[in-house]
Every structure is written in structure tokens, then in C-alpha cells.
């Protein structure tokens, strides 16, 4: 891998994508500590001391890479294009109109990418309005703490969020087509990583200060084997597939027969990829979000956050707890069946085998082999489900048992990571493979 990184830097064109990247990246970072004006910039740090809600606010920090604990013009990062995404993405499925644009070829997907900036302005613009207006009168915004703030205040910081927000997509658009590709995911990346520092601050100040040598040395390499093995998880979880063989109907040519060949389908074992994680954090945190805006603080409130804030799971004192994570389990599950059944139909992959002349050894064209790729697609999508569970709960088992906070970094961060690196990867190199086919066709 290192060796590939070195190549690619030898090479001209390839180099300076990687420099255009380097160079947005460091933008954005910049850009990350310029403040939204008359905004108290403590005002979501002191929030994220609050147990109830550091889950919320501890994977919004996460997904921003601490921008938006630090209400930065970048707070809400790229998460309203991710959800923009993601609509789009069913509503190709569920409206017949946006799926006939959709099989346009590249002029259908370019329509589908405006919408989607589109829906990403909207989201954006109705996100900073909910925290501005939700917030205000809580400390949202500096020197009115009781309410009473100035509307031309109000609509700054809305503005000035949701513009943030609009330049990071335009960001993440300029590192796919002049940079190495999947630029928003990049910039998803780098934001992720740029919590580590302090992250890992904070391990080193629950297990490493003021211990003695031996101890530290014990609990460093401890660390160092469940983050390894978390990386090492998410990569066979990540690359893991199950190959459907496929033969092909001999055709006749002239006086032979000639054979169409085989080939496989591919089916992942992690169809939904990090979805199913996305959306159960989001409809777990959903209501905390909704009581903080709403100011609310009771007991009521007290044992619904805890339930429902991973923060408070497998924590020795409150056993009682952690039934949120089996709603968690139950939700990661469901969404990771919902969505690989709007993504993956069946019936279309058997209906176009057989216009094909293809079939799947052993099994008749038509229904039966839709039915078999159902079978097949059920059994792996619960296995990959459960690999999700794991990577996204060991962190969270081990910080409920060791009272770790503050922690942003997850199984789902590790996922993400893992998922876009491998990509990235990949992406230099092809780049790679088709720079030295021209060099071999032009020698």
C-alpha cells in the first residue's frame, strides 16, 4: 500500500490530484476555525459534559470533526448532503419519474446530483434554523442567554451555517473531479480523523497518567489490540462477499457452438454498508435532541436519555440501561434489512439473467432462481448485520465498563474509515492502471 501511495506521487497527473486534495483539505480546516458570529462557541462543549447528551452531540462532533462542538460556519459539515443523499436514493426507488431520470445514463444521474444539492440546501437551511431558534434563549447565542435576540442575529447564524455547509459539498464536488475521487467521503474521512487527537488525549489521561511504566505499557497494548482489532474487523466486514456463479446459454455460430461463458454475482456481506449504523444512531438520538430543544428536565426525560444514549450502556451501576442497546441491535437489524430490499431487487437480477440466456447451476430461470437469491441475500444480510452490531458496540461496551466520555470516535467512525480508505485506495489504483496502459500503448 505505501508502495502505491509512492508511485502514485511519481506520477505527474496523479500527484497533482493528491495536492489538489491535501490543499481542499487544509481549506477546510481553516475553515473549521472561523466562528458563526454572535454564537457562544461553549455552548455545545458545556452540552457535551452532559451524560444525557453526549451520543447526540458526541456523533454530530464526530461526523464535523469537532466543528460543530466548536459552532464553527462548518458545524453542520456534510451530514444534510449524506441525508440528502440517502432521500434521493429511496425516492429513485419509491417514484417511478426519478427512476426513469435515473436510468438516463450520465445526463439522468447529473439531474439527480442538482436535486440532491438542492435537498442539501433545504436540509441545511432547516437544521440551523431548528438549532438557532430551538436553542435561542438556552446560551445558543452570546449576551442572551433569556432570550430577546435580535432576528437579524438569528438569520447571521443561519445563514452563515448553512453556507458552511453548501461549500463543503462544493468542496467534496472539486475533490471528485479534480482531486483522487469520493470527495465527499473524503471529506467525511477527514473530519473523523481530525477528532483522534483528542480522543486519544483522553485515553491517555483514563489508563496512562500518572500510572507506572508497567502498567502503562500493559494498557497501551491492550488499546492498541481492540483498536487493531476493530480495524481488522471492519476491513473482512467491508471486503467479505458471497460470488453466485452463473453459466451462460451456448449460442450457435454458423456450424458451432459457441459458449457466452460464466460469471459471478457478487453479493456483499454488508449489502447496506454503515446505513443501517447511520440511521439507528439517528432515530436513537432523535429524541434527545427533540428534549433538548424543547429544554425539557425531569426524571422522565432523565431515564428516557439514559436508555436511549449509548453513553450509559454497560455501565456496572446502572445495569438497567442498557436494554437501549438491544433496541439499538434490533434497529441496526432492520434498517440493514429495509434498506438492501429497496437496493437489491431479486426478481430484477433473475428477470434479466434470463433475457440473458443466464442461470445459476442448479437452479431453473424465473422465480425459482428470484427466490433462491432472496434465501441467499436473508442469510448474509444477517451476518453482516451482526458484524455491524460488534464493531459498532465494542467500543461502546468498553467505554460503559471503564466510564470512559468524551469519546467521539466509534465502531461506526472505524467503519466509515476503513470503508473510504479502501476506496480511496482502489480509486489511485486504477488511476495507476490506466496511467501505465497509455504509457505502454504510446511506447
Do not use: H
Request: charged fraction near 15%; glycine fraction near 8%; aromatic fraction near 10%.
Amino acid at each position: 500500500m505505501l508502495q502505491m501511495v509512492i508511485n502514485a506521487f511519481k506520477v505527474k497527473d496523479i500527484r497533482k490530484k493528491l495536492l489538489f486534495t491535501l490543499l481542499m483539505l487544509v481549506v477546510i480546516r481553516i475553515g473549521s476555525l472561523i466562528q458563526v458570529p454572535g454564537v457562544n462557541k461553549d455552548f455545545f462543549k458545556n452540552l457535551f459534559d452532559n451524560i444525557q447528551a453526549q451520543d447526540a452531540v458526541g456523533w454530530l462532533s464526530s461526523m464535523t470533526g469537532g466543528s460543530f462542538e466548536q459552532m464553527s460556519i462548518l458545524a453542520l459539515s456534510i451530514t444534510p448532503y449524506i441525508t440528502s443523499s440517502i432521500i434521493m436514493e429511496l425516492l429513485t426507488i419509491a417514484i417511478p419519474p426519478l427512476e426513469e431520470i435515473q436510468k438516463e445514463g450520465a445526463d439522468g444521474r447529473k439531474k439527480i446530483a442538482e436535486y440532491t444539492r438542492y435537498v442539501t440546501v433545504i436540509l441545511a437551511l432547516l437544521e440551523s434554523s431548528a438549532m438557532a431558534v430551538g436553542f435561542n434563549g438556552q446560551g445558543f447565542f452570546s449576551g442572551y442567554e433569556n432570550g430577546g435576540t435580535p432576528v437579524f442575529v438569528i438569520i447571521v447564524a443561519i445563514f452563515a451555517m448553512t453556507a458552511g455547509s453548501a461549500f463543503l459539498m462544493w468542496i467534496g464536488e472539486r475533490i471528485t473531479e479534480s482531486g483522487v475521487g469520493n470527495g465527499i467521503s473524503i471529506v467525511l474521512l477527514f473530519n473523523i480523523i481530525s477528532s483522534l487527537p483528542n480522543d486519544f488525549y483522553t485515553l491517555y489521561e483514563k489508563f496512562l497518567k500518572n500510572n507506572n511504566i508497567t502498567v502503562m505499557i500493559i494498557y497501551a497494548i491492550a488499546i492498541g489490540i481492540v483498536i487493531l482489532g476493530i480495524i481488522a474487523l471492519s476491513v473482512i466486514l467491508e471486503d467479505a462477499r458471497r460470488d453466485i456463479n452463473v453459466q451462460y446459454a451456448s449460442r450457435i455460430a454458423g456450424r458451432a457452438s459457441v459458449s457466452n461463458g460464466a460469471s459471478v454475482i457478487p453479493l456483499k456481506v454488508n449489502t447496506a454498508g454503515v446505513i443501517p449504523v447511520i440511521f439507528a444512531s439517528s432515530i436513537m438520538s432523535l429524541p434527545l435532541i427533540i428534549l433538548q430543544f424543547l429544554d425539557v428536565r425531569n426524571t422522565i426525560f432523565n431515564v428516557i436519555a439514559s436508555v436511549l444514549n449509548s453513553g450509559s450502556w454497560f455501565r456496572p451501576e446502572y445495569p438497567v440501561y442498557s436494554i437501549g442497546c438491544a433496541i439499538y441491535v434490533f434497529l441496526v437489524i432492520f434498517f440493514a434489512y429495509f434498506y438492501t430490499s429497496i437496493t437489491f431487487n431479486p426478481n430484477e437480477v433473475a428477470s434479466n439473467l434470463k433475457k440473458d440466456g443466464g442461470f445459476i447451476p442448479g437452479i431453473r430461470p424465473g422465480k425459482e432462481t428470484a427466490d433462491y437469491l432472496t434465501r441467499i441475500l436473508n442469510y448474509i444480510i444477517f451476518i453482516g448485520a451482526v458484524g455491524l452490531c460488534i464493531v459498532a458496540l465494542i467500543p461502546i461496551i468498553i467505554s460503559g465498563i471503564f466510564n470512559i466520555s468524551r469519546i467521539s470516535f466509534s465502531g461506526t467512525s472505524l467503519l466509515i474509515v476503513v470503508g473510504v480508505v479502501l476506496e480511496t485506495l482502489q480509486q489511485i489504483k486504477s488511476q495507476l492502471v490506466v496511467r501505465n496502459y497509455r504509457d505502454f500503448l504510446s511506447a
